[in-house]
């Protein structure tokens, strides 16, 4: 008879290769996408043997690098990856965004955070002659953007102090928050209300309302923008609800 036990073995043997090398990769996010072994073996609990083995296959297949102070990173070819996945996410998501333009009347966006900014991966515009229009792809640092201060109200205050490190915080306009502290301080407004308002951050004359997809696989939030005249903060308490019911329901149609 064949043998059955030495195939379960090697299936069950691949399968946890797997599932190693995908832990590795989601440490060495975690940890701000770069790391030392010893770090990755903190952070994971594999052996170091095994760790040098994923990682020296990861580099040879560039999903991994080793920088010039022997610390591991992201590679490049995950990029592209992350790309495509963030536009898959998008194109499914354009439904529910249609949906919620129809019940408030303004434009729709959701954004994700990828190498540290904030990538717009899908957008339905509004039926008013005079709307918001951000070009998908475009790419903003988080700490000027409602989508970016709902993604980061999620995260811990460490991790939201060491990407504003990473990034600094310029202004896009006099009201940008441009101080790590103030904005954690107001982060904090964010999580209690439950989501996150642009008041004139990004671009003069515009107010956003966004709120971020609890359970996504990747940090995002969906969005409604437009003119400050038209969405007031009455119309932003009104709206914000609905926001909220669409990040919920992206959030159902990603778990199936």
């Known amino acids: 008879m064949p043998d059955y036990s030495f195939r379960m073995a090697e299936k069950s043997s691949g399968v946890q290769s797997l599932e190693r090398t995908f832990s590795l990769l989601e440490r060495l996010a975690d940890a701000g996408g770069e790391a030392s072994i010893s770090e990755l073996a903190a952070l994971s609990g594999l052996p170091m043997p095994t760790i040098h083995r994923l990682i020296r296959t990861l580099v040879s297949l560039g999903y991994v690098r080793q920088n010039t102070n022997r610390r591991y990173a992201l590679g490049a070819r995950l990029i592209r990856l992350g790309e495509h996945a963030s536009m898959q996410f998008g194109t499914a998501a354009r439904p529910l965004l249609a949906e919620l333009v129809e019940e408030v009347g303004e434009t729709a ?16 515009p509004s039926k008013h002659s005079m709307r918001m229009f951000t070009e998908v792809g475009r790419r903003v640092l988080p700490h ?84 400050s005249g038209r969405l007031t903060l009455e119309a932003v308490a009104r709206i914000a609800p609905a926001v909220r019911r669409a990040a919920n329901a992206l959030t159902s149609g990603l778990s199936h």
């Open 109 to 124: 966006n959701l954004a994700v955070l990828e190498r540290d900014e904030v990538v717009y991966v899908a957008q339905v």
């Open 144 to 227: 000027g953007t409602g989508v970016g201060k709902a993604i980061l109200a999620q995260m811990p205050v460490e991790d939201v102090r060491e990407l504003l490190k990473r990034t600094g915080m310029p202004p896009y306009t006099e009201h940008t928050f441009t101080d790590a502290d103030a904005l954690i301080e107001h982060l904090a407004l964010v999580r209690e209300q439950g989501y996150a308002v642009d008041e004139n951050e990004q671009e003069i004359g515009v107010r956003c309302v966004a709120v971020a997809i609890p359970g996504a696989p990747t940090p995002a939030a969906v969005s409604v923008s437009g003119p």
